[in-house]
């Protein structure tokens, strides 16, 4: 999982979703809403607007713009109604790149994808070219100063959770996409703070790049990222640990 697990690495070291609040905001925002679209209101009987509201609580948003998506998703309130939809691609070297979208104009939405990915020496493919390289699972975050691992272990492991392992200050937790919610909850009664939690495409193999070709896959991450229609960026990049650091310095 080098990819999504560096990547995300990255942006807490830098802070961007910090200095990008506004950007964040809207993005939960917009999951929150097409989650009460498809399966209603009501938090027990929706697990993906469960999770969203969680992901939101975590970024600090206000208790009201929270209810204000979750209304206009069920239709109490006015607003746009947003198509998910997903495009795959390859990137420098030929990284397998996967995007989830939510957007109300999809010509302008795979217009701006393509020309970042061309723009960093990608291209835009067609659906199902890299989708089968990636597996559905669950990824949760927690700073390791949260919990001991022993203890943290016999709890995600009991609940149904496939995997833990130590990057770099967190511990992340891999779970089945089925025992996600349940491996969420588990930690949650535990009293154990988590980072993040979230499903996600995590690759079966990875690309070793370069320095150059790592330097203009990270640039493409982030601008696609930047995106407002862009929801998440999956790719299956290898970028060594010593590259890493001097790159995102």
């Not at 309130?77 to 104009?105: I, K």
């Not at 990608?122 to 100063?145: A, P, R, Y």
């Not at 993040?196 to 690309?207: D, F, L, N, R």
């Amino acid at each position: 999982m080098s990819g999504h697990s560096k990547w995300a690495t990255i942006k807490r070291k830098k802070g961007k979703l910090d200095a990008q609040r506004g950007r964040v905001f809207t993005k939960l925002i917009k999951e929150i809403t097409v989650a009460a679209r498809q399966g209603g209101g009501d938090t027990e009987a929706n697990p993906r607007l469960r999770t969203a509201i969680a992901a939101a609580k975590a970024a600090n948003m206000p208790q009201d713009n929270i209810k204000t998506g979750i209304q206009q998703g069920t239709g109490e309130l006015p607003g746009v109604s947003y198509e998910e939809t997903s495009y795959e691609g390859y990137g420098p070297g030929g990284v397998a790149v996967m995007l989830e979208v939510f957007t109300d104009n999809k010509k302008r939405t795979v217009a701006e994808i393509r020309h970042i990915l061309t723009k960093r020496g990608g291209n835009l493919g067609e659906t199902g070219c890299v989708g089968w390289m990636f597996d559905k699972k669950g990824l949760i975050q927690i700073e390791i100063s949260a919990s001991d691992e022993d203890a943290l272990m016999e709890v995600v492991l009991e609940a149904g959770a496939s995997d833990l392992t130590v990057e770099d200050d967190v511990y992340e937790v891999i779970t089945p996409y089925e025992s996600f919610e349940a491996v969420r909850s588990a930690i949650e009664k535990a009293g154990v703070e988590m980072v993040q939690a979230e499903v996600t495409a995590i690759p079966q193999s990875t690309v070793k790049l370069d320095e150059n070709k790592a330097n203009s896959m990270l640039k493409l991450m982030e601008e696609l990222e930047d995106l407002d229609d862009v929801q998440k960026v999956y790719a299956n990049f290898d970028i060594d640990d010593e590259l890493m650091e001097k790159l995102s310095a």
